[in-house]
T-cell receptor
Framework: GNSVTQMEGPVTLSEEAFLTINCTYT??????LFWYVQYPGEGLQLLLK?????DKGSNKGFEATYRKETTSFHLEKGSVQVSDSAVYFC???????????????FGTGTRLLVSP | SAVISQKPSRDICQRGTSLTIQCQVD?????MFWYRQQPGQSLTLIAT?????????ESGFVIDKFPISRPNLTFSTLTVSNMSPEDSSIYLC??????????FGPGTRLTVL
C-alpha cells in the first residue's frame, strides 16, 4: 500500500541553521508529493508540492526535490528563522493516472523548534 | 487557492452533547473532506462529503457518530454526536479543485469534558 515515513522530531535548531527533514514514501505508479506546515494553533497550510520525478517544489525559502530513484522528498531550508517553528507534514496523493479520488496519505509530522 | 473558513474555531463541550462544525469555501470546489487530528498526532480522514448525497466514510467512522451534510458546492457540516473526552481533537475540512492538491481550513479545536 501507500505510505509516508518522516523523521521523528522534535528537530531543534538555532536560528540561521540549515534544515533537513527527511521524508520517504512507498507508492505504486506516479504519486504527487506535498509538504504541509502547521503553525501553533492553526490549520494546515500547503508549503510546496511536486507532481513528477525530478520536480523541485519551493516556497518561502523551503525546497524539496521529488527523487523517484530513492523514493524521497526531503524538505530543506538554508537558514531557518524562529518563525519557522511549526509541525511539518509530508504527504502523497497516489498516481494521478488513476481515475477517481485518491486518498491523501500523511506522514506522522515532524516538529521543528528554532531558538534565537 | 480557495479561502476556507470554519465555525466555530474552538469549543468546549460536555460529554453526551453534539457539536456541528461548519466549513465554508469562497468558490465552488470539486471535493470536500473532513479530517480529525488527535492531540500530537497526524491527520486521519473521516469522510468525503458528497454534494447532494450521503458522505463516504473511512473505516472506523460511522454516520451515526459523524453525520455530514453537503447541500451545495461551497458548504459542508460535520456533526460530532454524543461526544466523549476521546473526541477531543482538531477537526479540519479540506477541499480540492481541478487538481489533486488539498487545501485545508483553519480547523476547529474541540475539547470534551
Amino acid at each position: 500500500g501507500n505510505s509516508v515515513t518522516q523523521m521523528e522530531g522534535p528537530v531543534t535548531l538555532s536560528e540561521e541553521a540549515f534544515l533537513t527533514i527527511n521524508c520517504t514514501y512507498t507508492a505504486t505508479g506516479y504519486p504527487s508529493l506535498f509538504w504541509y506546515v502547521q503553525y501553533p494553533g492553526e490549520g494546515l497550510q500547503l508549503l510546496l508540492k511536486a507532481t513528477k520525478a525530478d520536480d523541485k517544489g519551493s516556497n518561502k525559502g523551503f525546497e524539496a526535490t521529488y527523487r523517484k530513484e530513492t523514493t524521497s522528498f526531503h524538505l530543506e531550508k538554508g537558514s531557518v528563522q524562529v518563525s519557522d517553528s511549526a509541525v511539518y507534514f509530508c504527504a502523497l496523493s497516489p498516481s494521478a493516472r488513476n481515475t477517481g479520488f485518491q486518498k491523501l496519505v500523511f506522514g506522522t509530522g515532524t516538529r521543528l523548534l528554532v531558538s534565537p | 487557492s480557495a479561502v476556507i473558513s470554519q465555525k466555530p474555531s474552538r469549543d468546549i463541550c460536555q460529554r453526551g452533547t453534539s457539536l456541528t462544525i461548519q466549513c465554508q469555501v469562497d468558490s465552488q470546489v470539486t471535493m470536500m473532506f473532513w479530517y480529525r487530528q488527535q492531540p500530537g498526532q497526524s491527520l486521519t480522514l473521516i469522510a468525503t462529503a458528497n454534494q447532494g448525497s450521503e458522505a463516504t466514510y473511512e473505516s472506523g467512522f460511522v454516520i451515526d457518530k459523524f453525520p455530514i451534510s453537503r447541500p451545495n458546492l461551497t458548504f459542508s457540516t460535520l456533526t460530532v454526536s454524543n461526544m466523549s473526552p476521546e473526541d477531543s481533537s482538531i477537526y479540519l475540512c479540506s477541499v480540492t479543485g481541478d487538481t489533486d492538491t488539498q487545501y485545508f481550513g483553519p480547523g476547529t479545536r474541540l475539547t470534551v469534558l
